[in-house]
């Protein structure tokens, strides 16, 4: 796997969306962007969902909160593995608990 350069970091930045920023932001450390959306912003292809990680269930419940009053007409779905934020425009973020990324050695 190739590393990121600046130029896929930065264009994966202006394609997310500004509560997931805010938020990235507000807990550095505690909430990581993964799956899809970095490859899809990469390969210029469409964006279905922001997928975010977090060390726990109660990260991620304050997390979907927090997703939920920056987007409009949100609403909050618990699923056995996430909790996932869907919005207007037809967009979705789901926070999943305990799957904070490994450190690198």
């Known amino acids: ?3 990121l350069s600046w130029h896929d970091l930065q264009w994966s930045l202006r394609r997310c969306p500004e509560a997931v920023l805010q938020l990235l932001k507000e807990k550095p450390g505690k909430v990581f962007v993964a799956g899809g959306f970095v490859r899809a912003c990469i390969a ?3 964006i279905n969902d922001v997928d975010l990680f977090v060390p ?3 990260e991620a419940w304050a997390a979907a909160h927090y997703l939920a009053l920056k987007i409009k007409q ?7 593995n996430a909790i996932s934020v869907y919005g207007r425009p037809a967009s979705a973020t789901s926070t999943v608990e305990g799957m904070a990324p490994r450190e690198q050695t």
């Open 1 to 3: 796997m190739r590393q």
């Open 56 to 58: 726990s269930k109660d």
């Open 44 to 46: 210029t292809e469409h």
């Open 74 to 80: 949100a609403r909050t779905v618990e699923t056995k």
